[in-house]
């Protein structure tokens, strides 16, 4: 389940999943025209892309709308392109992916950053890359360390972690230090039911056994 009508201004995280949970990208070629891809239909629709990663059967976006169709628009024209090159060079047929992109709506300064974290993250809790920075398919390297990367876009609120580049990126480093697993926990009941991580909470509450007087 997914949100509709988003309108210009809001922040996403956005979840992506090759169907049946499997594979999406099998190669550094694959990986390499996703991102070449994306970053043109972002461009093209009005998408600031925040931070990222793919991984082998799914992607993760933090990214703003420049319009209420931007999302859609963008992940309708890459997936579509993307599909048409991964089925034709291994002579398949049918979808790729696992029906629409999963989402939900990041509101608050603290949790652009926590998803941010989450996000770049992935790799590490998976297994594939012992730091975030040896992982060569995320924004990590450009949020942290000032790659260059054609995809990503500085949100206010990573300029507002210092006055310089550096310093930003020190405070950006800095939120890899932290625990977050309780954020994570939120992040993923949000993004697959497709509500606000402040609804969560609120099921959460419903949902608790009342203590015995």
């Known amino acids: 389940m997914s949100f509709r009508g988003f309108s210009a201004g809001t922040t996403v995280h956005v979840l992506q999943r090759g169907n049946n949970k499997g594979r999406i ?6 990986s390499g025209l996703y991102l070449e891809w ?24 933090l ?3 420049g319009s209420k169709d931007s999302l859609a628009r963008t992940m309708q024209s890459v997936g579509i392109r ?17 029906g629409r992109y999963r989402s939900c709506v990041i509101a608050r300064d603290d ?3 926590a998803c941010s974290r989450y996000i770049e993250m992935n790799p ?12 060569r ?18 949100h206010e609120v990573y300029q507002r972690l210092g006055t310089t580049d550096e310093a930003r990126r020190r405070g950006y480093r800095d939120l890899f230090e932290k625990p977050s697993d309780a954020f994570d ?3 993923r009941a949000a993004t697959n039911r497709g509500i606000g991580l402040d609804e969560v909470d609120q099921i959460r509450k419903v949902g608790r056994p009342r203590k015995a007087a």
């Open 25 to 30: 990208f099998d190669s550094a070629k694959d």
């Open 38 to 61: 994306l970053t043109e239909a972002a461009r093209a629709f009005g998408l600031s892309v925040h931070a990222y990663v793919l991984m082998t059967n799914h992607i993760h976006l």
């Open 63 to 65: 990214a703003s709308l």
């Open 82 to 98: 993307y599909t048409r090159y991964f089925n034709g060079t291994r002579e398949r047929t049918g979808t790729l992916w696992e």
């Open 111 to 113: 949790y652009f950053l």
């Open 124 to 135: 590490v809790r998976a297994g594939l890359a012992a730091t975030p920075e040896v992982y």
């Open 137 to 154: 398919w995320s924004s990590y390297k450009a949020n942290a360390l000032g790659r260059e990367d054609a995809l990503v876009t500085p």
């Open 185 to 187: 926990d939120r992040l």
